[in-house]
């Protein structure tokens, strides 16, 4: 065979290549979505704020000073200027005006908004952030190992670890730390090469421990069963209202209470995707489980996560909204929308711009995260794709 | 069928005592305890927090503590640590406040969201279906506190409806028939703020759903016999694209305790939210847990119900 025949040969078996790179693609379509592209750009220029708002109001010597106090100057509608002669030079609002007036208390409500669009950023991502880590986790645990079962062994040392764990927490040091060091030993016992000798023979009296129990996806589906339960809110508040108040713990409970959707997504998609060449390909090539999972599964995977974590950020940050509007939010000198607003119903006849204001960003934020949610459903389906 | 009904009822009563073990693991291991609430208050000497926590077994093990509060819980003498009063009797009373609530809700929602999504799925890219899915997108982001709020700024200035409590105070030697008036007038706010958020989802889903059959062959066969439009979407389409939301039925009962906690303190309202609200600020854990396991009660035995309807509804599940 000659170099140009295959050459040709080569030309011909070929896939045509699409025209569009997916990226390209995945801009066309959304361009055409106005409502998503717009929920974009309030997106971006929310995340630019926040940042900026982290700027100016931190540090010793913030620039927009959430937390300076003047109270010859409470209840000023927005856009009023400041009463030059009864302020101290570095007490005035930089800006020269009060852009959204102020508070009760003669605070910047612009500084303390500015302060409170990075509370709600972070809420939103870090929570999300946890609950989409721990739905993939538990979905493709579900979706990929699910088949498996659990052996009486593991169930046993998981007891061990957990009753040592449970009996430190409770006071009872020497017991606990028994079992700690006996459930480790044991776990190390059967990692050991020497354990997995063993393992292959066991004597018959201890044969009962390779006894199988529940399958891996029968365990976490109930689980997740058991966590949907719950009224989310409910148990978000209660669990809140237990804790010393910190916004980290409003994060980590909300995140620990919102993965079940993911989880389930996750399994569904692993478990269709085993079924497909490309991973019996993988498998073939002797590629490793930890290996076809990350690099193949979880990015094929990963589209309607997306998607449901983008409207999960919305829905985190309204939550936490209504947590510091029932008073369990972020303590107080500390200042986020939800609270701004909180403090503002007193007033809502007299100063309705402290309710107004905080009110419709959250509305402007969680809608341009909810739309942009939506426009990336829309996009990421394939069958609204243009055959090309 | 049996076997089917037998096997998810063993499976619920399962999973709704492990539901009772997390919510009391989850309450208990909370940093605090509740004879610490109000350590100002002179009248807590140790001597009382100790025969407070020797009366309701807080002294025991946390095992011996689960025994003894399902045991009072099954039997129907669990007691509220706040005021001493036994606690079904209380949370039934404030059940009958939230559930007229939760009744006209449910009934507004359905009502309003069925004709807007079929609707907008009948012209599907029109200015009325653009027009509706933004508000709905709106609906479902707005914070339910702030809508509150301009509802009553604007109500309160304009029609003078009530937003405040149940009813009227001093409204002992009237007619029925005005109080029930001056009952619903108290209801309309919040039922409507508590229908807003499912309005939105519902004609969302509704118009998925519609949308879906509508590309179906046997909608275009029916259209290309040129039977007439109202015959086509009504008859043929709308009838299967309920099929789905007959089981929904079931999954609208836990709405009944988890989603009102914010609207039922905004308007003073009596109910089973607020209940739930004020019990976690005074650390009264049998009223928590009491609450938390009926939820759980209600979601299964919501999903059970949606099962079974559809099991019915759906001639091709066999089982």
Redesign the interface.
Same mark, same amino acid.
Do not use: D, W
């Given at each position: 065979m000659s170099p140009e025949q295959t050459a040709s040969a080569w030309h011909l078996e070929e896939p045509l290549a699409p025209k569009r790179t997916g990226f390209e693609e995945f801009w066309r379509l959304f361009r055409r979505n106005r409502l998503a592209l717009v929920g974009m750009v309030i997106f971006a220029l929310f995340f630019a704020s926040a940042a900026v708002g982290l700027v100016l109001t931190s540090g010793s010597r913030p620039l927009c000073d959430p937390s300076v106090v003047r109270l010859q100057e409470k209840l000023r509608p927005p856009l009023s200027t400041p009463l030059r002669e009864s302020l101290q030079p570095k007490d005035r609002p930089p800006l020269g005006v009060y852009l959204f007036g102020t508070d009760d208390l003669g605070r910047d409500v612009f500084a303390r908004m500015l302060q409170g669009a990075w509370v709600s950023l972070t809420v939103g991502f870090v929570a999300v952030g946890i609950s989409v880590a721990i739905g993939i986790f538990m979905g493709g645990l579900a979706g990929f190992y699910g088949q498996q079962r659990i052996r009486l062994e593991q169930v046993l040392v998981t007891a061990v670890l957990l009753g040592g764990a449970g009996l430190l927490a409770a006071g009872v040091r020497t017991g606990g730390a028994a079992l700690l060091i006996a459930g480790h030993a044991w776990l190390f016992w059967s990692i050991s090469p020497w354990g997995l000798h063993r393992r292959s023979s066991p004597p018959a009296r201890l044969r009962f421990l390779q006894k199988k129990t529940l399958m891996v996806d029968t365990l976490i589906m109930r689980f997740v069963d058991i966590m949907l339960c719950f009224p989310s809110f409910f148990l978000i508040l209660t669990v809140v209202a237990l804790l010393p108040a910190s916004i980290y713990n409003i994060m980590i409970v909300i995140g620990l209470t919102s993965w079940e959707g993911t989880a389930r997504f996750v399994r569904a998609e692993f478990l269709s995707l085993r079924e497909q060449d490309f991973v019996a390909a993988a498998k073939a090539l002797g590629m490793g489980n930890l290996r076809i999972i990350f690099r193949h599964m979880v990015p094929n995977a990963i589209a309607p996560v997306l998607v449901s974590a983008t409207i999960g950020i919305a829905s985190a940050i309204l939550t936490e909204a209504g947590l510091s509007f029932l008073g369990f939010g972020v303590p107080p000198p500390h200042a986020t929308w939800g609270n701004i607003l909180s403090d503002g119903k007193r007033f809502i006849f007299d100063a309705p711009w402290l309710t107004f204001i905080p009110g419709a960003a959250i509305l402007i934020v969680v809608l341009s995260f909810n739309l942009f949610g939506e426009g990336l459903r829309d996009i990421l389906n394939p069958r609204l794709r243009e055959r090309n | 069928m049996i076997a089917f009904i037998g096997r998810s009822v063993i499976q619920k009563i399962?999973?709704?005592f492990?539901?009772s073990v997390?919510?009391f693991v989850?309450?208990h &291991?909370?940093?605090?305890e509740p004879s610490q609430v109000d350590p100002l208050n002179p009248k807590f000497t140790p001597e009382m927090v100790e025969r407070f926590r020797q009366a309701f077994h807080l002294d025991r093990p946390?095992y011996v503590q689960y025994a003894y509060f399902y045991r009072d819980l099954l039997s129907g003498r669990t007691v509220s640590w706040k005021d001493n009063q036994p606690a079904l009797p209380k949370i039934w009373e404030r059940f009958l406040n939230s559930l007229p609530l939760f009744i006209v809700g449910t009934l507004i929602t359905w009502t309003i969201s069925f004709p807007v999504g079929i609707r907008s799925a009948i012209h599907r890219g029109g200015l009325y279906d653009r027009s509706s899915?933004?508000v709905s997108?709106?609906l479902?982001? &707005?914070?339910?506190?702030?809508f509150a709020?301009?509802l009553?700024?604007f109500v309160v200035n304009q029609f003078q409806v009530p937003v405040i409590g149940m009813e009227t105070f001093g409204l002992g030697g009237t007619s029925w028939l005005f109080r029930v008036n001056d009952r619903l007038w108290h209801m309309l706010l919040p039922s409507i703020l508590g229908a807003t958020g499912g309005i939105a989802v519902l004609s969302r889903y509704v118009r998925s759903q519609m949308l879906e059959v509508e590309n179906q062959d046997y909608v275009r066969t029916a259209r290309a016999k040129g039977l007439p439009w109202e015959m086509v979407h009504y008859k043929h389409a709308l009838r299967n694209a309920l099929l789905p939301f007959v089981t929904m039925f079931g999954l609208i009962l836990?709405g009944l305790?988890?989603?009102s906690?914010?609207i039922e303190?905004i308007f003073s309202w009596p109910g089973l939210g607020r209940m739930?609200?004020e019990a &976690?600020?005074a650390?009264d854990y049998p009223v &928590?847990l009491t609450?938390?396991f009926m939820?759980?009660v209600l979601?299964?035995i919501g999903t059970f119900v949606s099962d079974m309807l559809y099991v019915i509804v759906d001639p091709r599940i066999r089982l």
């Open positions: - | 399962v999973t709704l492990f539901v997390v919510s989850i309450i &291991i909370a940093p605090g946390l899915t933004f997108y709106v479902i982001s &707005i914070p339910g506190f702030f709020y301009i009553i700024i836990p305790i988890g989603g906690v914010i303190s739930a609200y &976690i600020l650390r &928590i609450i938390n939820a759980a979601v299964l």
